[in-house]
């Protein structure tokens, strides 16, 4: 699965995002309110993906799944607050144990 970034952190850090996507071949999805826009990806693998649409398409299929990954994510963090929990100072522990007794 892609990395997905928050285009508010991207701004401050692009310098190292490239890098990384550079040294280790795989995308970076950018995005805002948790929803991917942007695809950073080497630039070997963008020319590859136009001469070889899979390619594309399985870029595309990382957006799509991460994106329903972070609805998910956000509908979780809404049902827990809709039950008077604060997600961001849940542990793991924490939460597991509140999905089993759900």
């Known amino acids: 699965m ?6 508010s952190e991207a701004r401050d850090q692009i310098e190292a995002i490239i890098a990384d996507v550079v040294d280790s071949g795989e995308p ?4 805002r309110n948790g929803e991917p826009e942007v695809v950073l990806l080497p630039y070997k693998d963008y020319l590859k993906g136009k001469e070889l649409p899979s390619t594309t398409e399985d870029v595309a299929l990382d957006v799509e799944f991460d994106a329903m990954l972070n609805q998910a994510h956000r509908h979780f963090k809404n049902w827990l607050v809709e039950r008077g929990y604060n997600p961001e100072t849940l542990s793991e522990e924490d939460v597991e144990r509140i999905i089993r007794e759900a």
């Open 28 to 31: 970076v999805l950018l995005g």
């Open 2 to 7: 892609s990395k997905f970034i928050r285009a």
